[in-house]
Structure formats: C-alpha cells, structure tokens
C-alpha cells in the first residue's frame, strides 16, 4: 500500500481506524470482505485525510482454532482492489514494459 499509495503507515492492517464523520462520508468505502482495510487506507491517502499511528502489543491467539486466512485468495483480492485503484500500475508501467520488449525483439 504504501509503494502504490503513499500512505505513510507501518503496519495497514492493524484493525485499528479512527475517522471523522466528514472524512468516512467521503470515502464512499464499498468493501465487503476483507480488503476493507485496504479500502480505508487507499482511500484516506487519497482524500489526504489526516492519520497517525499508535503502537501495539501483539498478543498470541489462544483461541486454538486453525486460522481462516485463505493466503492466495484473500492475497489476490486485496492485490486486484489495490490495482484498481491505482491505474498507473495495471496498464501503464505493464504497457510501457511491453512496449519496451516489443521495441526491442523487432
């Protein structure tokens, strides 16, 4: 999140958000798995909404349950969002890299 939107957050997906009625209105956030949190995060860098961040403990699960992360799934959901929101990564960069491979095959 922060190579494609500049967010300026270690860690963007602590589970934590704070906004302002006014900001979240804003947001027009549609998310309804789990790449809300990439939604909130994309979407306050875009507005420039004000953000800061407040330290944790991380604490093990003793639950002791498997975890119900499914990695690729839930990785390429998060992946497509982030890239529909940033069009200068899904067709500019990937065109102008073939264009490049093509401009030199010929």
């Known amino acids: 999140l922060n190579l ?14 704070g ?25 306050a860098a875009q507005l420039g909404a004000k953000k800061s961040e407040i330290p944790i403990t991380l604490w093990r699960d003793k639950r002791g349950r498997p975890p119900h992360l499914r990695s690729f799934r839930d990785g390429w959901r998060h992946m497509r969002f982030m890239l ?3 069009p200068n990564w899904l067709f500019i960069l ?7 491979l093509g401009l030199f095959l010929t």
């Open 4 to 17: 494609l939107f500049h967010s300026g957050l270690h860690d963007s997906h602590c589970g934590m958000r």
């Open 84 to 86: 529909l929101y940033a």
């Open 19 to 43: 906004f302002t009625r006014e900001v979240f209105d804003r947001m027009d956030v549609r998310s309804s798995g789990m790449e809300f949190a990439s939604e909130f995060v994309i979407k």
């Open 94 to 100: 990937p065109g102008g890299l073939l264009m490049a």
